[in-house]
């Protein structure tokens, strides 16, 4: 069984922004936008977003894998 995800009422870009980040928050705008053009329709993508976001923060997919390795350093082995 899923669980249920509250979302803010009266949601902004600031609000995702300070819940996610700004690169968290691209990454699901891009996203959605991609979708969009692609037939799908979204009557309220910052909403969307709050879905998405929380989901995937929890079960670490989207934008936690793509961009997991950029909020820590690597070591760089064998490049020039």
Do not use: C
Request: proline share 2%.
């Amino acid at each position: 069984m899923r669980e249920y995800i509250q979302v803010p009422k009266n949601l902004t870009i600031s609000m995702l922004e300070k819940e996610f980040g700004a690169a968290a928050v691209d990454f699901y705008q891009v996203r959605i936008k991609e979708r969009m053009e692609a037939g799908r329709v979204y009557h309220n993508p910052l909403k969307t977003i709050w879905l998405w976001a929380t989901e995937d923060r929890r079960t670490n997919q989207g934008f936690w894998t793509t961009y997991r390795g950029h909020t820590r350093r690597r070591k760089n082995y064998g490049g020039s």
